[in-house]
C-alpha cells in the first residue's frame, strides 16, 4: 500500500533506483492511431505487431538479365563444351510468362523477371552467346544460383514488427514490400516544456546586465523531438510561485507530460517540487539523485502523467532528460529505453569524486585499436561539453579511477535520425 506524498518522496538516489522507484506507478498510454503506410511515418512508433500479408518477392524471378533454363540443359556446358537452345520468346518486366519453359528451350528475362514455370536456372548474358532464335551457352555452371525464389525474403504470415518498434527508413520498406498498407500507430505523445528563470533571454534579444541566452527552450525542445515526442513550449516563466503555478497547471491540462527546466533545487525560488506536489496523487517520488551532473532531478506523476523537474543549468538539464526522462517518457510507448551502447576505448584517465555516479560526456573517434572515447570535461554551464558529445559514459558510484585505454559502454544522445 502507498503511504502519503511526504513519506513517499524519495531524496539523494541514484539512477536506478530512482527509475525502479517511477517503475512502481502506471503512466498513461498513448492513443492509437491508424496510418496508411509512408515515407513520412519514419521514426514513429508501432502500437500493434505488424506481420506479413503477401510473399517478398510474389513470385520466383531472375536475379541477373539473361536466359531462363532448365539447369539439366545447360550442366554440360563447360570446358569448352557448348550447349544449344531453342529461345522460345522473351519475358517483358512486370509480365507473368504465358507459357512453360520446354526442354531444350530458354527464355529471356531482365532482372527481377518473372521465370517462367519449369525452368530452374538462368543462364547469365556473358556465359552464352545470343544468336537470336537461338543461344549458344558456354558456361552453365550455377544457373540455378541466379534465381530468387518467391518468399525468399518474407513469408506471409511473418511477424515482421513488433508493438514498441520504432519505424526506420528500412522498416517501412520491408512492410511495403509485404503488402501492408495500413498500420496502428502509436499517436505522439504531447511534453510541455516549462523554462524558469527570471535571467533568461532569447538569442535575438539585447543581453542585459545579469542576463543569460536561452538555451535550454533549445536544447530540450529538440532533444524531445529526437526522442519521438511533440514538445509544446509555453512562454518563459517567471521566478514567481503564482506565475509558476498558473502555467504548471495550464501545461498539465493541455499535454500528456510535463519537463520543467529550473526550479527543482532547494533555494528560495525553487518552488517546483512544492507546486508539483500539491497537484495531486502519486506526487514527488524522487527529489534528487547521487548524480553529477543533475543531482536536483525531481520525478512525479500526477494521475498518470509523469511530470520530470531538471536543473536549470543547461547541461545537467540535458543529461538528466536523457538519463531519466527519457526512460520515463518512453514508457507512454509501452517502450523500453533500449538504446545500445557504442563499445569503446577510454582516450584520458578519469578521477571523478567517488561519492557520485558521473555522467561524463564524450566523443567518439575511430583509433588504430578501434572505437575511442574522448572525456569532455567542465561544469554543467559549459555547454560546448554537450555540444561536441556524441555519447554519455555512465561512471557508477564507488568506483575509482578509470584508466586511459579502459573499455567502457557509451549510450549514444538522441539524434532527430532515431528514437536510438
Known amino acids: 500500500m502507498l503511504t502519503s506524498t511526504v513519506d513517499r518522496t524519495l531524496r539523494r538516489v541514484c539512477l536506478a533506483h530512482a527509475l525502479r522507484a517511477m517503475s512502481a506507478y502506471p503512466l498513461r498510454v498513448a492513443a492509437v492511431e491508424p496510418a496508411a503506410i509512408g515515407a513520412d511515418l519514419a521514426g514513429r512508433v508501432l502500437a500493434a505487431p505488424v506481420h506479413a500479408l503477401e510473399d517478398a518477392p510474389p513470385f520466383t524471378r531472375s536475379s541477373v538479365d539473361g536466359f531462363a533454363v532448365r ?11 557448348v550447349v544449344r537452345l531453342t529461345v522460345a520468346g522473351d519475358v517483358p518486366m512486370g509480365a507473368k510468362p504465358a507459357q512453360p519453359l520446354q526442354p531444350g528451350h530458354a527464355v529471356r528475362v531482365p532482372t527481377g523477371g518473372f521465370l517462367p514455370a519449369g525452368a530452374t536456372g538462368v543462364v547469365k548474358k556473358e556465359d552464352c552467346r545470343d544468336l537470336g532464335d537461338a543461344i549458344e551457352v558456354v558456361d552453365g555452371a550455377g544457373s540455378e544460383d541466379h534465381i530468387t525464389h518467391q518468399g525468399a525474403d518474407v513469408r506471409r504470415g511473418d511477424v515482421l514488427a513488433r508493438a514498441g518498434d520504432v519505424l526506420t527508413p528500412a522498416a517501412i520498406g520491408m512492410l511495403s514490400g509485404a503488402g501492408v498498407a495500413r498500420l496502428e500507430l502509436f499517436a505522439v505523445p504531447r511534453v510541455a516544456l516549462l523554462v524558469t528563470g527570471d535571467e533568461i533571454v532569447s538569442p535575438a534579444a539585447a543581453l542585459r546586465p545579469g542576463a543569460v541566452r536561452d538555451i535550454n527552450s533549445l536544447s530540450l525542445t529538440a532533444a524531445l523531438r529526437a526522442m519521438g515526442f511533440a514538445p509544446v513550449n509555453y512562454e518563459r516563466v517567471a521566478d514567481r510561485k503564482d506565475v509558476f503555478a498558473a502555467a504548471f497547471a495550464r501545461a498539465f491540462d493541455e499535454c500528456d507530460a510535463v519537463v520543467i527546466s529550473g526550479g527543482s533545487s532547494v533555494g528560495e525560488r525553487d518552488y517546483t517540487p512544492q507546486i508539483v506536489a500539491q497537484a495531486g496523487e502519486p506526487g514527488v517520488i524522487v527529489h ?9 532531478t525531481m520525478l512525479a506523476v500526477i494521475g498518470d502523467k509523469p511530470v520530470i523537474g531538471l536543473p536549470g543549468n543547461p547541461v545537467s538539464a540535458l543529461v538528466m532528460l536523457e538519463t531519466l526522462g527519457k526512460p520515463v517518457l518512453l514508457r507512454m510507448y509501452g517502450k523500453p529505453n533500449d538504446a545500445l551502447p557504442y563499445r569503446a576505448r577510454l582516450r584520458a584517465r578519469l578521477d571523478l569524486d567517488s561519492t557520485l555516479e558521473h555522467l561524463v560526456p564524450v566523443a567518439l573517434s575511430r583509433g ?3 572505437l575511442e572515447a574522448v572525456p569532455l570535461l567542465g561544469t554543467s554551464s559549459e555547454m560546448h561539453i554537450l555540444g561536441h558529445a556524441d555519447a554519455l559514459v555512465s561512471i557508477p558510484e564507488g568506483s575509482g579511477p578509470v584508466e586511459a585505454g579502459s573499455l567502457v559502454d557509451a549510450m549514444p544522445l538522441s539524434r532527430m535520425t532515431s528514437l536510438r
Open 71 to 81: 539447369a539439366a540443359d545447360v550442366a554440360a556446358a563447360k570446358s569448352g563444351n
Open 368 to 370: 588504430d585499436d578501434g
Open 288 to 296: 534528487g539523485v547521487r548524480a553529477k551532473p543533475g543531482r536536483p
